[in-house]
């Protein structure tokens, strides 16, 4: 049997092949092309545009530590929004939390949350039918800055900063996420893999630098996204979130009644500890601001 092999490039010199045994949906919509397979190491597996967004076997972890580590660090957080995120996973670990009484997702593209909704139920079931989910059609840049709903936690769940995610990387759009943060409000972001998209990381943190008192990142192990560790962007005006006491996150972790499986008090205190060349990056983010 021939069996087809979906191949990403995301860097020169690099690429990386998944093997399709089953091919479930391919489209090319409006926004983007999408295509979802079964494989045999990473299970359902969907890339936009020829870039791996989610998998069933490990979207716990990104989903997990870009969501409980804000909301607890945070320890307070009533109003949350994600943008992007139509896979709904990370609108399921949000909403894990009781004490959240407003979850807004903005998602440019209707069809990659009804996709989702109908082959992710793995790990997104009952996310649209809660009745503290909003769903928001349209683009992500735009909402924030015309909206006047204020936020707890921001998470920005976004593809890469080329096409259309690359106005979710600019100054203008975290000045205006920060306009919607309510004191003590923190964003989050996905920053890529610093081993190989260094000035990525580079970028957002001289950008946080001139708008948010705290610009800083911490660290996932994913195994989907290729060369080590994945950073996740992290910005406040409230300089001790990033420091919360072992004792403190116990204690939220354990009245929040959350089962999971890669994130802990331990690791999300751990995932700040920076390996010094990704903090060399960050040191070159903020002398660049």
């Known amino acids: 049997m021939t069996r087809k092999y979906f191949e990403e490039t ?32 990473f299970g359902r597996v969907l890339m936009l545009d020829g870039v791996t967004q989610v998998t069933t076997s490990d979207e716990f972890i990104y989903h997990e530590m870009m969501s409980h580590v804000p909301i607890l660090a945070h320890g307070n957080a009533k109003h949350v929004a994600i943008v992007g995120g139509g896979d709904c996973g990370m609108a399921e670990e949000a909403l894990k939390h009781k004490t959240i009484e407003k979850l807004t997702q903005i998602e440019i593209d209707q069809s990659v949350v009804d996709f989702s909704v109908e082959h992710f139920s793995a790990f997104n079931t009952g996310v649209v039918d809660d009745e503290r989910f909003n769903l928001v059609i349209t683009d992500g840049a735009r909402y924030f800055k015309e ?28 000045r205006d996420v920060h306009a919607t943060l309510k004191p003590g409000g ?85 995932a700040f500890a920076l390996p010094k060349f990704i903090l060399d990056a960050v040191k070159d983010g903020k002398a660049a601001a």
């Open 10 to 41: 995301l860097y020169e010199g690099v690429q990386v092949s998944f093997r399709a045994d089953n091919i479930i949906f391919e489209q090319k919509t409006e926004h983007q092309d999408m295509v979802l397979f079964d494989n045999p190491v």
């Open 147 to 174: 909206t006047k709903e204020r936020f707890d936690v921001v998470m920005v769940d976004s593809t890469d900063p080329h096409g259309p995610g690359e106005v979710l990387f600019t100054e203008e759009f975290y």
């Open 186 to 270: 923190v964003l989050v972001t996905q920053n890529g893999v610093p081993f190989l998209q260094r000035q990525e990381l580079v970028d957002s943190i001289s950008r946080f630098s001139r708008i948010y008192n705290d610009a800083y990142a911490y660290v996932a192990a994913i195994p989907t996204y290729f060369g080590g560790h994945m950073t996740l962007g992290w910005a406040t005006d409230d300089e001790t979130l990033r420091r919360v006491p072992l004792s403190t996150l116990e204690e939220r972790f354990a009245q929040a009644g959350i089962e999971t499986r890669y994130y802990t008090p331990e690791v999300h205190q751990a």
